[in-house]
């Protein structure tokens, strides 16, 4: 299938950031994509209580990536053109509706009705509304999840979009 003009630069675009970040993250991104757990998610040979664990605590950090990516919208100075190095190569000084369009559509997404995701998961690894309550949390998501080390929180509430953007 051959992609449009517009849709392929898109892309393009999408995947030089995604390059860019990995390089900044260096022996973070080894260390994360290495991991045995995400080895054993991508060979499929994960345990079913590790995966079980694993979306009770992904599912608890979902209202402070509402927070964050609501903070990340109403905060969008600008349509920002990156270089192949990522770097801000020009900018528009005020943000304008096509600035937030891609960020309120990804939010609609996740947050949207169709979004059933977990609750299609829980249902199907058994997973009930007991279990996921009484799950204490990994010392990863108290750490995330701590008003006052909330990384996420923290980034939304400071109204600086260059700390927010990804």
């Not at 449009?4 to 994509?33: D, F, P, R, Y």
């Not at 995400?38 to 664990?53: E, P």
């Not at 609501?70 to 920002?80: E, V």
Request: proline share 2%; glycine share 6%; net charge negative.
């Amino acid at each position: 299938m051959q992609r449009g003009g517009e849709t392929e630069n898109a892309l393009c675009k999408i995947v030089a950031h995604s390059q860019c970040l990995q390089e900044e993250a260096g022996a973070q991104w080894m260390k994360i994509v290495s991991h045995p757990f995400t080895d054993a998610l991508a060979n499929g040979s994960i345990n079913k209580d590790a995966i079980k664990f694993y979306l009770i605590q992904d599912h608890r950090f979902l209202d402070n990536f509402v927070i964050l990516l609501s903070s990340m919208i109403s905060h969008a100075p600008t349509l920002q053109v990156r270089s192949s190095k990522g770097q801000v190569s020009s900018m528009v000084t005020h943000a304008t509706t096509q600035d937030r369009i891609p960020g309120c559509q990804f939010l609609a997404m996740i947050t949207g009705k169709e979004n059933t995701y977990f609750e299609r998961s829980f249902e199907a690894l058994g997973v009930g509304e007991k279990q996921r309550c009484e799950t204490p949390n990994s010392s990863a998501t108290n750490g995330f999840m701590d008003v006052e080390q909330n990384l996420m929180l923290q980034t939304a509430r400071s109204g600086r979009y260059e700390e927010v953007e990804l």
